[in-house]
Structure formats: structure tokens, C-alpha cells
């Protein structure tokens, strides 16, 4: 920063703390991301970063991986001797993003008991700790996000309709993968380029038929779905380019549709090559000679896999 002061800096780290995300912040840190990073949560940045408060706190929490009997403490902090356990003050999420912002993702799956207490410190504009005697004044910017329909939710009488309305000032919707498939291609050779970097992977591209099929895929868990089929893909292919086959099979371990014949033909075929031609080393008139198949139709079937002997001749 005493180089260049306008470059961004962006902390990344799997052991972040809200104290040093809060000590980082006001040091001049652009942004403080703890690991795993979330893009739902990428949203929420963006609305802090172009607020007038953009300069404090911003402090994530998701709501559905905290305990029940732990949310009170996280939120709204706690006194020493509160609870077993509980062996000195401790500040709550509430309290570190005083004066900035608090991000409460997966709101839905939020305790229907304590969300009677969340609608009472949003009206009220303080917290009490767990233990203490007196509230503490602070002043929040609240952004909530769910995959939840809250309003099938409300009519179930597991989301409080009085919290929904208070919370829902402004609604901004991500719209689902399947809603935007031009995205496809180039998230994918994003992760594809990212998973590369990580370790040694020889994949570096997608075949036409094997972004096809990313392209018709439901994609019902959306992007973090998309993400762990390239890295599925990426750590399994053999070649260059990732071919069809290993896109459908990616896909189809998430879903419990049973494959038809020709599929699981086509799979254990693929497959079949493979160890032939690894236990060859390549040689393509050895490996025809153990199938049983003249060299011409062996270079057909490998053709048909897009399988390129040369590539296992170093193996």
C-alpha cells in the first residue's frame, strides 16, 4: 500500500478471526475472505463495498452451521460465567460489525424460537449477551440471503411473517444457473484453469460435445455443483481435452437415476481401453492383439473415447 495506494488487498484465509478481520479492515484491507469462500456471499460484498459505510466491518455468518444452542452466543455475544464454558466477555457478531455490515446467509434455516430475538434487536437497535443485564446499542446493516422459499416457509409456520417483511426491504435475486447458461462455458474454463493451478492436472480444455452437455445439465446445485463436476473431470481425464463421457458420468453421480445399458456399456468400455492401453504402455498392436480386434477397429473404439494412445506411453 505504500507502493502503489490504490491497489486492492484481499486477505484470503482458512483461520480467520472477526477481531483480525476487524483490526485488517481498518488497516486499509479491501476485503478479509475466510475459506471456503462463498459467491452468495460475494453479492453481499459488493452491497457493502458500494455503501457509504464500505470503509467498516463487514461480518459473515451462515446461519444453517451454527448450532441452535450456540446462535444466541455467536450473535449477540456473551458474559463470563453465562454458561459452562464461557470463561471470559466475548463480543458478538453484532457488536464486530457495528457501524458496518452483517451477513446472515442461509436466513431460512434459521430457529423459528430464536428469530423472535433477531426481530427484536433489528426493531430495537441493541443487543443483550447471553448472561448480561443491560443491552448494548449498535448500529447494523442487516443483508440476509436463503435457497429457501420463504413464503412456502411462512405458511408452514417455520419462517416468522413479521421478521420475512422486516427483513425484505429490498429483494435481489440470484437467478439460478439454469436461468443463465451462456455463463456455463465460461465458468467452467475458470474452474478448469483454477483446479490446473492447484496441482498437476493434464486436462486443459473441453471437447465441443463435452461443453454441450455441460450446457443441457440441470445444474440443480447450481454453481457449486458446477465446480465439483470440472473438479471431477479435471482430476480423471487423461487427455488434453476432457472429453463427453467424463461429463455425463460427473453428472450422473449426482443423481440417483439408474443408467441405461448403452451408458454403462459405453462407460466400462472406456474403461476397458484405458487399463489396456496403460498396461501397454500405448502400443496400440499389443493392446488391439489382448481385445481381440484388428488394429483398425481398436483405432476406431479409441477414437470413439477420444482416447490418444501417445499419452500413455510415459505413464
Known amino acids: 500500500q505504500q507502493q502503489m495506494p490504490s491497489l486492492p488487498v484481499i486477505m484470503l484465509t482458512a483461520h480467520g478471526t472477526i477481531p483480525d478481520a476487524v483490526q485488517a479492515t481498518r488497516k486499509g484491507l479491501f476485503s478479509y475472505l475466510t475459506k471456503p469462500f462463498d ?3 460475494l453479492l453481499a460484498r459488493a452491497l457493502h463495498k458500494a455503501s457509504p459505510h464500505h470503509d467498516a466491518p463487514f461480518v459473515p455468518i451462515n446461519c444453517a452451521a ?10 449477540f455475544g456473551h458474559t463470563k460465567g453465562a454458561f459452562t464454558g464461557a470463561d471470559r466477555n466475548r463480543k458478538g457478531l453484532f457488536e464486530a460489525a457495528d457501524t458496518g455490515t452483517l451477513f446472515l446467509d442461509e436466513i431460512g434455516d434459521m430457529p423459528l424460537e ?9 426493531e ?36 416468522r411473517e413479521d421478521l420475512y ?13 439454469s436461468r443463465r447458461r451462456e455463463d456455463i462455458p465460461l465458468l467452467a474454463k ?18 465441443p460435445e463435452a461443453m454441450e452437455t455441460l450446457m443441457l445439465a ?8 458446477l ?8 482430476a480423471l481425464s487423461l487427455t488434453d481435452i476432457i472429453p463427453e463421457s467424463l461429463v455425463q458420468n460427473a453428472l450422473r453421480n449426482k443423481s440417483s437415476d439408474i443408467v441405461s445399458l448403452a451408458e454403462a456399456q459405453s462407460h466400462f468400455e472406456r474403461n476397458y481401453l484405458v487399463e489396456l492401453l496403460q498396461m501397454t504402455g500405448g502400443n496400440v498392436t499389443r493392446a488391439a492383439r489382448l481385445a481381440h480386434r484388428n488394429r483398425t477397429e481398436f483405432y476406431r473404439l479409441l477414437h470413439r473415447h477420444e482416447l490418444e494412445p501417445k499419452i500413455f506411453r510415459h505413464s
Open 218 to 225: 440441470p445444474w440443480k446445485g447450481n454453481i457449486r455443483q
Open 124 to 159: 430495537d437497535g441493541e443487543v443483550r449477551p447471553v448472561g448480561a443485564t443491560r443491552s448494548i446499542p449498535v448500529d447494523v446493516r442487516i443483508v440476509s440471503a436463503t435457497h429457501s422459499d420463504l413464503e412456502a416457509a411462512i405458511e408452514k409456520g417455520r419462517f
Open 66 to 75: 451454527i448450532p441452535e444452542n450456540l446462535l444466541e452466543s455467536e450473535l
Open 190 to 207: 475458470h474452474f478448469l484453469a483454477q483446479v490446473c493451478e492447484r496441482g498437476n492436472c493434464r486436462a486443459r480444455s473441453f471437447s
Open 114 to 122: 430464536f428469530q423472535a430475538k433477531l426481530l427484536r434487536v433489528l
Open 39 to 41: 459467491s452468495k456471499e
Open 227 to 234: 465446480l465439483n463436476v470440472v473438479e471431477q473431470v479435471a
Open 165 to 177: 417483511y422486516r427483513l425484505n426491504v429490498v429483494l435481489l435475486e440470484i437467478p439460478p444457473l
